[in-house]
């Protein structure tokens, strides 16, 4: 994914530092950039200059998706990407609105399914189903006054779906990104799935997603590795994906689904590399 490594090189080369008091470490930072990505064929971009958890990737989907709330659940469907945010954060812990062991409290889908008793999620999925875009196809996280009751602000926060001819588009925003580990790990795969999965629900052809980004950071202690090791590395041709067909519905998403009904086929890639993970 050559779009990748751009966007880190000029994180490297016009960044600013900008200290962070949540995580106390500083990142090297730079404001506004868009990926785009092809999703009306199978080719599948994926960061392949070290190898990246693509089942991370769709767990923490499902889990959003399903409105989870517990580190544990994410446990379940197979990634312990939360359980850090949900118990080792001291402002977290001490907050009264935690729920004891593995909670993460009022977070990305619980919130989208309760805005304001307004489920976003079945919203869009029902208009795009009926072939209806009334402009507003929005599904957001972001919800301010419920900030103190869940353990980090959503940073992919919001997804805006379009219809034309047909064809559905994502355009998705994130306002803060971890470029190393969130957006290579978690973020690129969650845009581009998104996309086809609500396509596959709805009954419409994927198009493009874009991956709009406020803040592109690299934490201090991961600068080294991105520039000394990954950045010497080109990258190799993207894989294909499969998702498992016999996902119809939202009821599906929200039921039966699991990470296995998701493949790379032919993904290839260098070796892993281990980012350090500020929480
Ligand atoms: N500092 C920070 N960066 C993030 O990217 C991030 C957060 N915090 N907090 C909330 C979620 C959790 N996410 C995570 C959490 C862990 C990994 C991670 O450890 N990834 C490893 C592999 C782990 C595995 O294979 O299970 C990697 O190499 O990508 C990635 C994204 C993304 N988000
Ligand atoms: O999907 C995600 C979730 C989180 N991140 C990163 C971005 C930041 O490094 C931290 C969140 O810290 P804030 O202080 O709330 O901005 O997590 C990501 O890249 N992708």
Redesign the pocket.
Known sequence: MKQYQQLAQRILDHGHWIENSR?GTRCLTLIGTTLEYDCSGPEFEIVTT????F??AVA?LLGYLRGATSAKTFRQLG????D??ANENSQWLTNPNRQGEDDMGKVYGAVAKDFGGIDLIRKVYDNLKNNCDDRGEIITFYKPDEFDKGC?RP?MHTHNFALSNGTLYLESYQRS??VP???????TTQVQVLLRLMAQITGHQAGRARHHITNAHI?DNQVELMRDVQLKRSPLPNPKIWINPDIKTLEDVETWVTTDDFKLVNYQSHD????P???
Request: charged fraction near 20%.
């Open positions: 995580t070290r190898k990246v958890p089942k991370l923490e990634t312990r990407s939360w850090a945010n980090l940073c990104c971890d580990l969130g957006l290579a790990g978690a973020n934490y892993a590399i281990r980012y993970f500020s929480v």
